[in-house]
């Protein structure tokens, strides 16, 4: 298996880096080879807004894969801690497309676009709406009451943390079969 | 504190009275009460009593046989609802004990005093009263309000734990029974070794009428809630099966030889037992669905249909001998997406409420009905059986529970920890099913009945009293992960993105997962069935209803309190400043009152989510360019106000605005609402912001063949209004643009445009807010040129 991989050493700093085990990496790797045909990089087929980058490599792509492994609850409590922060982060920066730190308003509204943009019956104005309300939500849970001049700039990541406090993160962002053996089902 | 005392009392003299009243009728229903009317004649001796021919008319008289068993159950259920009422004014019992406790506690004080007048047994509840009347709502009721998505997600694990669970549980019990009453000194040796499995069977059946009422107190996190639930709600199909499985081969007297034929026959019967009943719920649920799709003109009999419905297919289920509670879960978790959907907002609060009540009712009469079924001379005691039956019940429990949660946690990414194993353990609580199981026995078959009466009224006795008491108290020592029910947009928004996440993350990695599984469902969904059973197919996103909801949650609470508010709360004397705003006048909080009812949104609970494979060209979404409006309006007036946030709690607590009022208005100046009109007002007050509403008027003053939308803007909610349609018949123009012509947007002209202004509208103001920079403040709209014209809700000041 592992041993006779021509950069197994690679696959040992690899698994160091992502916590998945050599078998784990194997699949994956044959995954990715499948999605990228045989390149080394998978290109950004969708011309995006700037912020998402063209290419990725084995390298990105498992550490993305990294971050949806189940919490191994046997873990102590602070790296339990720890692995949920790592979490919430990638999904901040999903949120946050220009990684100033703050999920401003509009790129809020883009994601609540996004989110609504298969239905084709709400138009943009309700997106934009319910993205506000988020919003003015979110600034009252973390802000609490504000001065009449005060201004909400945009959710940094403590705030992030703080909307998240009360949803179990460990059971929403994992995916489950990394945990076995896989079995890979092209389609 | 006297008062206090007192009012606790109060139910339960009354509850005396009625148990006396109880005796009376249960008295003079044992004996004969042919002669029952000479002893209560009155005075005035015009009748004829008993025998003599009546030479007569007699002024007065009575006939108890008459009205006998109306009277009897009425008494019953008041009875029960008023020792209810007494247990929940007490304020130290409900934290004590369930309320179930005190039922069969009562329950069994009404039997005692029965069987201390009478010295005759009280009557005991039929079995099939409990199976075809009792039962049935209580399982509904939990179908239907059954968290439908928790469950299918750990579909698996119930599946596994509840049908192995069962099993193991029946035959560890039945045979280690066995083996004690294979000990002489016991005097159990009749009881042959079918008798014990038979006994095992029932006594292992966990009941979820006592489930429910014992977990209603302790409230733990959903997964374990749902593990809980789930196995109660099947594992009636196993131990019913086990059950009549074991009374056939007990009547064909073949225990001798049992074949492996006969085994096979048997594991082919609980497949069909619980397959069959839900595809038998399936089905009505689906028929049901598609006839609540033409009812639109007369909604009062949709609560019957779906009520109908369901006992329909229990009933059809309970005829093949299929698992009943099966089918009528089935049919409540079909019925309820589609049925939501298609039944007006009455029928739906009515369905919720009258399903409560049904269960709420049944549930009472059922302890009750234990409670006095204890008392009597149908028992038997002896001491080993019931000891060791009681023993085994807990630690085959214990057994099942640990072993099969060890194995099914290695295929869990989230598995169960030990405290939940435990809670789960503890949760074994048996009920009234086991007891009309027991009572079901055929004596001629089992001479040895009255022990197994006697000891299945122990074990009931001991899992509702002893675990429900201390279920609470060891919820909170475990510290188990509790519930939280926070219903906030953010949440809905999160858990959407996530879900959307890991379904691309998984088809990345070429995986098949169950959120794959969910979505090609959700895709059938639309494309078949929502077609079918569905009467105008609005695909909403849920987030988009939930918002929906939350907002209109807000204007019932701003049109109940009628405080006017600018953004009071966001300044320091918040409490003050609300004193100090003008009331509204009766009046007006009559016609908002009115206003709201008759124009409102037609929310519904989340009946689907985000699908991208959604295909409907059906008309567009009114309601979310209402949304829009209101929105934009909430901003321009905080931002005249010079803060940009109006409100500074979360989303569904009572503060929250979304109609701020300007600081100094005046009394509403009158109601009358026409087009004409519009009076100008300085430019520094603020629009205020409009509620639009959506109405589902019947006729409506539009006549469109089908239903009709009118959206209301209400500015100036204070001003009361009559329902705008008088006055605002404009922009009919609208129709065609928002497609299909079926739905029609009102809007007066002051400040709502065509559509495309909105959206230009839009796009104005974000212009200004990135001009702005990132400062997220809400549009500001100084002097905005309304044409000339203003709501005519405004009048003169």
Known sequence: ?187 | MGLQMLVPFGPWSWLFFLVALKCGGASSDLNESTNASPQHEPDVRFAAAGSEPAETVSVFALDYDYVQIPYEVTLWILLASLAKIGFHLSHRLPGLMPESCLLILVGALVGAIIFGTDHKSPPVMDSSIYFLYLLPPIVLEGGYFMPTRPFFENIGSILWWAGLGALINAFGIGLSLYLVCQVQAFGLSDVNLLHNLLFGSLISAVDPVAVLAVFEEARVNQQLYMMIFGEALLNDGISVVLYNILIAFTKMHKFEDIEPVDILAGCARFIIVGCGGVFFGVIFGFISAFITRFTQNISAIEPLIVFMFSYLSYLVAETLYLSGILAITACAVTMKKYVEENVSQTSYTTIKYFMKMLSSVSETLIFMFMGVSTVGKNHEWNWAFVCFTLAFCQIWRAISVFALFYISNQFRTFPFSIKDQCIIFYSGVRGAGSFSLAFLLPLSLFPRKKMFVTATLVVIYFTVFIQGITIGPLVRYLDVRKTNKKESINEELHTRLMDHLKAGIEDVCGQWSHYQVRDKFKKFDHKYLRKILIRENLPKSSIVSLYKKLEMKQAIEMAETGILSSTAFSMPHQAQRIQETKRLSPEDVESMRDILTHNMYQVRQRTLSYNKYNLKPQTSEKQAKEILIRRQNTFRESARKGHSLPWGKPAGTRNIRYLSFPYSRPQPAGRDVRVAEFTDHDGSDAEVPTIMFNTHSPTGSLQEGQRTQEIIPMKNLHRGGKPAHLGYQRNRAQEEQLGGGRRVVLRPKPLFHAVDEDFESGEESEEEASAIGSRWSAEHRPGRDLQGSHSPLLQSK
Not at chain 1, 39 to 48: D, E, F, S, V, W
Not at chain 1, 146 to 172: A, C, N, R, S
Request: hydrophobic share 35%.
């Open chain 1, 1 to 187: 298996m592992g041993a006779t991989h021509s950069a197994s050493e690679e696959v040992r700093e690899l698994e160091g880096k992502t916590g998945f085990s050599s078998d784990q990496i194997e699949q994956l790797h044959r995954r990715f080879k499948h999605l990228s045909g045989d390149q080394p990089t998978i290109r950004n087929l969708r011309k995006g807004p700037s912020g998402l980058a063209d290419e990725i490599n084995f390298e990105d792509f498992l550490t993305i894969m990294s971050y949806f492994r189940p919490i191994d609850t046997t873990m102590d409590e602070e790296r339990v801690q720890l692995c949920r922060k790592e979490k919430l982060r990638f999904l901040f920066h999903m949120y946050d497309s220009d990684s100033d730190g703050r999920i401003t308003l509009e790129e809020y509204r883009n994601v609540v676009e996004e989110l609504l943009s298969g239905n084709p019956h709400i138009e943009k104005g309700s997106a934009r709406s319910i993205a506000d309300g988020a919003m003015m939500e979110a600034a009252s849970v973390c802000v609490g009451r504000m001065e009449p001049d005060q201004v909400y700039e945009g959710i940094t990541f403590d705030d992030f943390l703080k909307i998240w406090q009360g949803i179990d993160i460990e059971t929403k962002m994992h995916v489950r079969f990394l945990n076995m053996e896989t079995i890979a089902l092209c389609h």
